[in-house]
């Protein structure tokens, strides 16, 4: 599996053929984006990547289209030209217009969808939605629905890499992981803090990514939704610092991914 940090939470995940891309954003640097609420956030960073360069897509895997952040412009304009799009079932009705029906398909966590090989020699996948919350309990109706994702090739039980969507840890979440075997698990970070709503953090800081991979015990452990945009209030230096301070057990798993760098893992 290879895997390559484009910025924020966008991550192209290659798997046996199939290219798989986590949350598209591609909007330049420099634009502030109102997310409901009072809330806002300024993208920091282009693209480590571009669209021109990144290439064919066979699955876009888009935990949640309400924040721009995790699908943007020039994401939302991609979609058509995408093999199957995976989102929640809330944001699958949002997303139709403009989309093939048999492409789309929306899921509530626990449902799962099959995707045959797109071509000769790829094996088929099964992708689950897993349970995300986008902050404590009780504000789902500020924030909306996201999910995660849990990918495995047809034949195998084993899943191939879990993508845990912009959440915090939570009840649910802890016990869909703890029976899954997992080989590598792709966590968004961050922090996510605005001065509208004070305390209130809507993502896992780095120590809670910690915490969570010590959880799922992942055979390696990559992290992406840290930096690019200004509501990160726990970035790169909060991850960094979260890993130094982990035990051998999580510092072992831990996987680097450098922005626009592609990765074995």
């Known amino acids: ?22 949350d598209p954003t591609f909007d330049p640097a420099g634009r502030k984006y109102a997310f409901g609420w009072g809330t806002a956030s300024t993208k920091t960073l282009d693209p480590a990547v571009s669209l021109e360069e990144l290439g064919q897509v066979d699955v876009a895997l888009v935990s949640h289209d ?10 939302r304009a ?16 949002r997303l139709a217009p403009g989309l093939d029906p048999a492409r789309l398909h929306g899921l509530r966590a626990g449902e799962s969808v099959t995707l045959p090989g797109a071509r000769p020699g790829m094996p088929a996948l099964v992708i689950t939605a897993m349970p995300g919350r986008h902050g404590p309990a ?14 495995r090739r047809e ?21 869909a992981v703890e029976g899954l075997d997992i080989d590598v698990m ?16 809507f993502t896992m800081t780095g120590r809670e990514g910690v915490e969570l991979v010590g959880i799922a015990e992942p055979r ?23 890993l130094d301070a982990a035990g051998a057990s999580v510092h072992d798993r831990a996987v680097w ?9």
């Open 1 to 22: 599996m290879r895997l390559t940090r484009i910025g924020g939470p966008t991550v192209l995940v290659e798997l046996d053929g199939w290219r798989l891309l986590v």
């Open 66 to 75: 309400q924040h721009a952040d995790n699908l943007d412009d020039a994401g």
């Open 78 to 93: 991609m979609l058509p030209s995408v093999g199957a799009v995976i989102t929640t079932a809330s944001g699958g009705k």
């Open 138 to 151: 009780l504000t789902t109706g500020l924030v909306g629905d996201v999910i995660g994702f849990a990918v």
């Open 155 to 175: 034949d195998e039980q084993r899943v191939a890499i879990w993508i845990t969507g912009d959440t915090v840890i939570f009840g649910p979440l802890r016990r």
């Open 186 to 201: 792709l966590a968004n970070v961050g922090g996510v803090r605005f001065p509208a709503t004070g305390p209130i953090r």
């Open 220 to 242: 390696v452990a990559a992290f992406a939704h840290y930096d690019g945009w200004s509501h990160f209030v726990d970035g790169e230096d909060g991850l960094r610092d979260a």
């Open 257 to 265: 991914l450098t922005a626009g760098v592609p990765i074995e893992v």
